[in-house]
């Protein structure tokens, strides 16, 4: 993407400058996405009906009016039970960029479970939160996925700073190209980036950055068919229902579900 369109992206020169590295990073990410899907599927329904930030208009209250409980009518209902496919279905959209970062760990030959980890990699950026979307997204899916899983896509955010050009990963030219040569992430990066680098799963992080950085490609069409049968065999939808099997991540999937209850 050229500097131009991120610069109009962002709002400006100024608008980049106040950013902090991670908010740059990720607004470059959300950039790259968001061309991407001038041509396929973009944001979650989710973020769509709040607009960029996903806040909530309020105005003053109007006297007897009630807070919003429930099912959001612009948003599409969910089922009582609803499993991944139903939430990529409704909420997340079939998101080009997880899409084809899926198909590439396929091309490069990676094992099932970390096809399913690029496909899920960046699920809180299109379907949740943008801000520390490694952690969030990580949290998110862990009650469902082998524990690598969950713990390749927390770390994916780290690494993808940090080059290792000895397994294939140099320091992504874009990164340079929009943040400068100067840009250093925050400390807690290369902290995690150093946890990470000597864990026994390193390389499944690894191979989400390895697979993330050259997922953009408009003229690539991927289906979420094409991974059923994967998510059929690493993917483990709860009996009652993604939001409603008291997990660590239920009230997470409910927030993705009915995200503007008044609780
Ligand atoms: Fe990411
Ligand atoms: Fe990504």
Wanted: with cysteine.
């Amino acid at each position: 993407m050229d500097r131009r369109k991120f610069l109009a992206f962002v709002g400006g020169a100024g608008a980049l400058a106040a950013m902090d590295g991670n908010q740059k990073a990720d607004a470059l990410e959300m950039a790259m996405g968001q061309e991407l899907e001038t041509k396929r599927i973009g944001k979650s329904a989710y973020c769509r009906a709040y607009g960029a930030d996903n806040s909530w208009e309020r105005g003053p209250r109007i006297p007897g009016q009630l807070s919003h409980m429930g099912h959001d009518p612009r948003l599409e209902k969910m089922s009582k039970k609803p499993t991944l496919l139903e939430y990529f279905d409704k909420r997340i959209g079939h998101n080009s960029h997880l899409l084809q970062s899926a198909r590439l760990a396929k091309i490069n030959g990676l094992p099932e479970h970390m096809v399913l980890a690029c496909l899920l990699h960046d699920i809180s950026v299109v379907g949740y939160i943008n801000s520390d979307h490694g952690y969030y997204g990580s949290q998110l899916i862990a009650p469902y996925v082998d524990e690598e899983v969950s713990w390749a896509i927390k770390y994916h955010q780290s690494l993808r700073f940090i080059p290792d050009e000895d397994v294939g990963y140099p320091y992504p030219e874009a990164y340079i190209r929009m943040f400068g040569e100067d840009y250093v992430p925050e400390p807690y990066i290369f902290t995690d980036g150093e946890y990470a680098r000597n864990h026994k799963w390193y390389m499944s992080a690894r191979q989400i950055c390895i697979n993330d950085v050259y997922s953009f490609d408009p003229n690539v069409e991927v289906n979420l068919e094409d991974f059923h049968d994967i998510i059929g065999r690493h993917w483990r939808d709860p009996e009652e229902g993604l939001g409603f099997d008291n997990s660590p991540s239920a009230h997470m999937w409910r927030t993705m579900s009915m995200p503007n209850n008044s609780l």
